[in-house]
């Protein structure tokens, strides 16, 4: 995992220089990207030496969902030339992690043991932000077996009120 953070770096910030002036838009292209090449059956094909380089582009770009603008053409161009199509993933996440510092905020994973509504969510996050001091960028999980509350995960910080972490917390004073 490091070698991938080491490897997605150098294309997460020469991305962040030139897209300064369209972080979010550079960040929707690059998500869709990332998860293309997320697909396991897609990196085996680019991974396959009858393949060319012009085979796995014309492959990935017709799975996107919207077509690329020129500056995304000629990044994935120069990512499949350099077989780095694996590290796409990690060079999304670090550039919405450089872009996130230049705004201040913070991507926020919340799961939820059922579906969190428009209103309960924006309330919830209206708190979140109180708490950890900052604006989040909220994306939601539903995980049944959490039975009941939310997991947070925002950078490093874990704040955990579901049902199953304090039947954890109860077990674990209970057998000490």
Known sequence: MAELATIARPYA????QVSRADL???????????????????????ANPKVNASQVFHIVTSVLKNPLPERGTN???TVIDNE????????????????????GSSD?????????GQGELAELVGTLEKRFGRKLEPTVEV??????????????????????????????????
């Open 13 to 16: 910030e020469a991305l962040f």
């Open 24 to 46: 979010s838009g550079t960040q929707a292209w690059l998500d869709g990207l990332a998860n293309a090449a997320g697909n396991n059956e897609l990196l085996q094909f680019a």
């Open 75 to 77: 990044f994935l161009r």
């Open 84 to 103: 780095r199509l694996a590290a796409l993933p990690e060079v999304a996440r670090q550039f919405r992690q450089l872009a996130n510092s230049v705004s």
């Open 108 to 116: 926020a994973l919340i799961q939820s043991a059922f579906p969190i």
């Open 143 to 176: 995980d049944p077996s959490l039975i009941g509350g939310v997991r947070v995960v925002v950078d490093d910080e874990v704040l955990d009120t579901s049902v199953k972490a304090r039947l954890e917390q109860m077990k674990m004073a209970l057998t000490a």
